[in-house]
């Protein structure tokens, strides 16, 4: 999750050895750089703007993979075309934007990978077609629990719904990496008068914002906050609010 | 070898739309070489030249997809992509050529059953050394113009690669009035048996050199690149 243009492709292309990270990158214990095949055969990736042309079909999508993956399996590939509803004999820019989404989504997943990179999988289609989307992500990690996903988005439902941890990325460095539930449960926005926010201990909150009427502050831990100021009333906040009081709020 | 292969047949499933096109370039040079008896050896240029041409289409295939960046999350490397470009470019112009000699043949024999005055002798060394001269003139374009398109992208690299060739005309048009101007004489005859005794060598010796160094220049350039 990051602020727009921050990196997250960037992240993602380093992972991939697409372009030069400086600090260098290891998956499974391997340097990218040195084992880049044997790595790259066991990820799967999805990448917003970048597939195959559009004037191939489903079946040629095959006939080519299964030359670039040793583990491709043809049965598993056209069973996800079958679940998605795609046809396949019909050239890509015919299918919808979700189509295609969902076609990229079988093509990384058919040679059965232990990590899933995504980036922006969910953007720009409608909620009835990402929650489906979401729902093969939630079914894949279920074959497989040594199975992982790492997904750059912008639409922080998304990561409420799928992600176990939530990392930050800010101009290039690390806000926080959690758990997503630890997230939800610990992290509380608290509503106060001026007079009350100047009361608190500055190491107390994290950051606030100063409305019309009254301040947000947001605080990492709502039940500590809680018992220290007796009289607050804490709110449960969402990944979006969390995000924009790390990334926008006053220190 | 195994991802070259599945990247060779990506470009030619995409290529598979040229189909119709490309046979009928092909028999409308056939048609045209058989009733043009003088052109009828200048088909495996032609063949060849059509055949180098339109698989730098792909190219375009290519960068309409923004396939590169997933290509490279395929187990491969970048050298690997470009050497892929550069055995499809190299195996279409040879098949090419290949379809070009034995169109020649054909269209000349059956040309000579329905009209025996259109009897070609075809000397083969000669369709040889014009097969190959075509097969040199089209890898002296791609040789440029695949750097071109991995330095510029398939729409700039176009254009450079027309400035490029303009410079290498210019060069040998250059040089070619200074050698008149400053009256510096070319003995022809020493030249034209240099060239039968060893051009067809010196010919492929070059074609496969400029290939080479053209390859290394896009490896370089390509490896370098980040967008």
Known sequence: MEKMEHGKTTTIKSILNIINSDGGVKIFGKDIRKSEKEIKEEIGVVLDDSFLSEYLTAKNINSVMKDIYKNWNREKFFNYLKTFNLPDNKMIKDF?????????????????????????PTSGLDPVVRNEILDIFRGYIEEDEKRAILISTHITSDLEHIADYIILIDNGSVVFYKETEEILENYGIVKTSKEE???????????????????????????????????????????EDIMLFYLKGDK | MSVIKGLLKKDLLNLASYKQSLLIIIAFLAIFSAFNKGMIQFLPIAVSTAMG?????TFNYDEIAKADNFILSFPTNRKEVVKEKYILVVSSMILG??????????????????????????????????????????????????????????????VQMFILIFLIVAIITGAVFLFSHFNIGLDLDSLNTFLSNYGLIILIITTIFMLYISYKISCKIYCKKSD
């Open chain 1, 96 to 120: 919808s934007s979700g189509m295609k989404m969902k076609l990229k989504i079988a093509t990384a997943m058919a040679h059965s990978p232990k990590i899933l990179i995504l980036d922006e």
């Open chain 2, 97 to 158: 050529g290949i379809i070009g000699v034995i169109l020649t043949i054909l269209v000349n024999y059956i040309m000579m059953n329905i009209n025996p005055e259109f009897q070609v002798v075809i000397d083969y060394h000669s369709l040889l050394v014009t097969t190959l001269s075509g097969m040199f003139g089209i890898t002296l374009v791609e040789a440029i113009q695949i750097p071109s398109i991995y330095k510029w992208g398939a729409e700039k690299g176009r």
């Open chain 1, 197 to 239: 926010f100047e009361k608190f201990d500055r190491s107390d909150y994290i950051s606030y914002k100063k409305g019309k009427y009254q301040y947000e502050i947001l605080v990492e831990n709502k039940e500590r906050f809680r018992n220290k100021y007796r009289n607050s009333i804490t709110d449960k906040p969402n990944i």
């Open chain 2, 53 to 57: 041409m339109i698989v730098l289409s």
